[in-house]
């Protein structure tokens, strides 16, 4: 995984030790649930997680330059929301990011900059961008990244319980992205 340098962020691979900064935001009631994932009960948990990521190679870290801590993560994740465009190369972007940073541009910054990233270097045809209806935030960064509404489907999420969501998905086709 290469690591990506945005103006204020640093895109790179998990570590071990990014534990505790993971913990700070993933035990929030504000973050894993609009996710699709309970609040880490412990730091533990993150750990567990951060080792996942690793094993992936799907997941960056997100950290702020000016403080050398990680806020949030994104990932460009191997998933097809559209059985009738599975022939494209593709990709879906996730993301998330510590309350505490909400509402600076970060995961806009990061956003972009993994589309351009996806275009130009992994030569994507195709990036999706997903959210749960109730999450206002995450539309908003949909949105002013340039994805286009596409469809919506209901789903269960095993990891909360099999809690029924609607799930709106978006995308952006390399024809239509303007770098």
């Not at 009631?29 to 996710?35: F, T």
């Not at 806009?108 to 999706?128: C, H, K, M, S, T």
């Not at 960064?141 to 319980?161: A, M, N, P, S, W």
Request: charged letters at 30%; proline letters at 3%.
């Amino acid at each position: 995984m290469e690591t990506l340098v945005t103006n204020r962020l640093i895109l790179r691979e998990w570590k071990e030790s990014d534990s505790a900064d993971l913990y700070e935001y993933a035990k929030s009631e504000l973050v894993g649930p609009s996710a699709g994932w309970p609040p880490h009960k412990n730091e533990e948990d993150s750990k567990g997680i951060i080792k996942m990521f690793i094993e992936n190679n799907e997941t960056y870290a997100v950290v702020l330059k000016s403080e050398n801590k990680v806020i949030g993560g994104i990932g460009l994740h191997n998933r097809k929301p559209d059985d009738n465009l599975f022939d494209l190369k593709q990709k879906e972007i996730g993301y998330v990011l510590n309350p505490k940073y909400w509402g600076n541009g970060f995961i806009p910054e990061a956003v972009n900059y993994l589309i351009r990233y996806g275009f130009n270097e992994l030569n994507l045809d195709l990036i999706w961008c997903g959210h749960f209806d109730f999450n206002s935030k995450s539309k908003r960064v949909i949105e002013k990244c340039g994805f286009k509404y596409r469809f919506q489907k209901t789903d269960r999420l095993i990891l909360l319980d099999n809690k029924e969501v609607i799930t709106l998905y978006y995308n952006i086709f390399k024809s239509d992205y303007i770098d």
